[in-house]
């Protein structure tokens, strides 16, 4: 009974995290500061979220079971925001490049340390790390649409002519 009140809390508030920050930004989309924001409030979300597994599941009488599909629902999140932080940062944006890339390597750490821990722990299965590396990879191709140092939509790709 505890670890199923642990997963609804930890299901909860991360969808609350994503569904505070969706709303928050659709009301300050000028903002400069929008998308580090978001990313850091999800970041703080995965973070918080590893913390209270980390310190309930020590607690005593905790039986070790598995949460793969909250795990999958997680990880889908995470790519589907990553997948739009990369396409914000491909189009011309008025935000600086470099706390939105700081910030998704905060997110970057979290994301991999809490697939680590949950994995250390047994509470998620093999399969699903491969999804923690998936979602690692993502947020990697997010940060280099904000790799640049100015504010100018992230790296162009230059297209070679051949004779």
């Given at each position: 009974?505890?670890?199923?009140?642990?997963?609804?809390?930890?299901?909860?508030?991360?969808?609350?995290?994503?569904?505070?920050?969706?709303?928050?930004?659709?009301?300050s989309?000028?903002?400069?500061?929008n998308?580090?924001?978001?990313?850091?409030?999800?970041?703080?979300?995965?973070?918080?979220?590893?913390?209270?597994?980390?310190s309930?599941?020590?607690?005593?009488?905790?039986?070790?079971?598995?949460?793969?599909?909250?795990?999958?629902n997680?990880?889908?999140?995470?790519?589907?925001?990553?997948?739009?932080v990369?396409?914000?940062?491909r189009?011309?944006?008025?935000?600086?490049?470099q706390?939105?890339?700081?910030?998704?390597?905060?997110?970057?750490?979290?994301?991999?340390?809490?697939?680590?821990?949950l994995?250390?722990?047994?509470?998620?299965?093999?399969?699903?790390?491969?999804?923690?590396?998936?979602?690692?990879?993502a947020?990697?191709?997010?940060?280099?649409?904000?790799?640049?140092?100015?504010?100018?939509?992230?790296k162009?790709?230059?297209?070679?002519?051949t004779?």
């Amino acid at each position: 009974m505890q670890l199923f009140l642990i997963k609804f809390v930890l299901i909860i508030s991360t969808l609350f995290c994503f569904m505070q920050s969706t709303s928050r930004a659709s009301t300050s989309i000028d903002d400069p500061q929008n998308t580090s924001d978001l990313v850091s409030q999800v970041t703080a979300a995965i973070q918080g979220a590893d913390s209270l597994m980390m310190s309930n599941i020590s607690s005593p009488g905790v039986a070790n079971i598995t949460f793969n599909e909250a795990y999958f629902n997680y990880v889908d999140s995470v790519l589907y925001l990553a997948d739009t932080v990369q396409r914000r940062g491909r189009l011309f944006h008025s935000e600086l490049n470099q706390p939105v890339y700081q910030a998704l390597q905060s997110l970057s750490s979290a994301v991999s340390m809490y697939g680590h821990d949950l994995a250390s722990q047994n509470i998620i299965q093999r399969n699903s790390t491969i999804r923690t590396l998936t979602t690692g990879s993502a947020i990697v191709r997010a940060q280099s649409a904000w790799a640049n140092n100015q504010n100018y939509p992230g790296k162009r790709e230059a297209f070679e002519w051949t004779s």
